[in-house]
Every structure is written in C-alpha cells, then in structure tokens.
C-alpha cells in the first residue's frame, strides 16, 4: 500500500544563522528605552494623582453647587405655590388646606378647581335663624292674681 498523501516540507531559517543584524545590541537600546519611559512615568505620577484628585474636587464642587441650585428651585416652587394656593383660598373662600391639595399648577386652573369645590361641596350656614334669637321677651304684668286666675279657670269649666 502506498501512501498517496504528500507531504511538503518547509524548509525555515535556522534562527542561529547570522543575518548581520546585532540583537543583543538591539535588546539592550529597547531595555534602555523602557527604562527611561518607566522613570519618566514615575516621575509624573505624583502630577497626574494631584491632578485626578483636583478633577474630582471640581466634579464634586459642580454636583455641590448643581445640588444647591435645584434646592433653591424647590424652594421657589414651593414658596410660588404657597401664595397661589393662599390667593386662590381667599378669592374662592375653601379653605387653603383644601386648595392646597389640589392639582393645579397655574392660578386659573387651580381657581376652576376650587370653584368647583365650592359649589359642589356647599355646607348649611348653621342653626336657622329664630326672629327673637338673642333677645329677652318684655316683661308682662299680669292683671290677675294666681288666685283670681285659678277661679276663673274652675268657672269656665263648670265647677
């Protein structure tokens, strides 16, 4: 039986042949210029952590100071709210913990809400009114006496 699979055979340098170029000089100038990117490495590194350490002084001061300026904007809503809210009470007469629950964001809106409550949740104004209310019944002098009184009474019943 014969093999009919061929085999090529690549023939390669031998790396121990002598091509005129000087490695170990070659090796020696990369070592050396390793050596002198590594020292100026550290020689910079204490620059870029001082200058890490300032760009996240200054990230932190911008998220301080965008952290204040939407306080204060919270503050604002909530002081312009606080007017409307009281505007509206005094104009429509429901009351500002009423109106101050409502959705309204801008004083027309909020008024229509409250009007709408006010007509819609209408409470009686209290005890009617009695025409003598407040005031004492005049003092009446009676012509008879008890006696006289109680004798007329049995007369008119037949006694």
């Known amino acids: ?21 000087d490695y170990k000089a070659m090796y020696e100038q990369a070592i050396a210029e390793s050596r002198k990117w590594e020292s100026r490495s550290k020689a910079n590194a204490d620059k870029a ?4 350490e ?11 100071v965008s952290d204040i300026e939407s306080r ?9 709210r606080a007017e409307l809210v009281k505007a509206v009470a005094s104009v429509t007469g429901v009351p500002e913990s009423i109106v101050s629950t409502l959705s309204a964001t801008d004083e027309e809106t909020m008024t229509a809400q409250a009007n709408a409550i006010a007509e819609n949740y209408k409470t009686p104004g209290g ?12 003092e009446i002098k009676p012509t008879k006496t008890t006696a006289q009184q109680f004798a007329d009474a049995l007369v008119n019943a037949g006694f």
């Open 1 to 21: 039986m014969t093999d009919d699979k061929k085999v090529d055979v690549i023939e390669t340098e031998n790396p121990a042949q002598d091509d005129g170029k």
């Open 49 to 52: 952590k001082k200058y890490d």
């Open 54 to 64: 300032l760009e996240s002084a200054k990230k932190t001061l911008e998220e301080r």
């Open 72 to 80: 204060n904007k919270a503050l604002e809503d909530e002081k312009a």
């Open 127 to 138: 005890a009617p009114k009695a025409p003598e209310a407040g005031k004492f019944p005049r």
